[in-house]
């Protein structure tokens, strides 16, 4: 296998959703067009696996007749 081949091979890595912030967080100090990528592929994994808050519900208002 070439080195490129290697570089391109896809693998799984499962982390909690506080070690993937960390990565994140560590990216961000880095250079925008050398990670820009890679964080976005982190999102595109990973934000169809994290649950999203329910939104607020308006409080119930009484009906005035």
């Known amino acids: 296998m ?10 799984k890595l499962e982390l909690p959703l506080g070690a ?5 967080a560590a990216l961000a100090k880095a250079p925008y067009e ?3 990528d890679l964080v976005q592929a982190i999102r595109e994994q990973a934000i169809p696996q994290v649950p999203m808050p329910e939104e607020a519900k308006p409080a119930e208002q009484p009906l005035i007749q």
């Open 34 to 36: 050398q990670v820009a």
């Open 20 to 24: 993937v912030n960390m990565v994140l």
């Open 2 to 11: 070439t080195e490129q081949e290697t570089l391109a091979t896809p693998i």
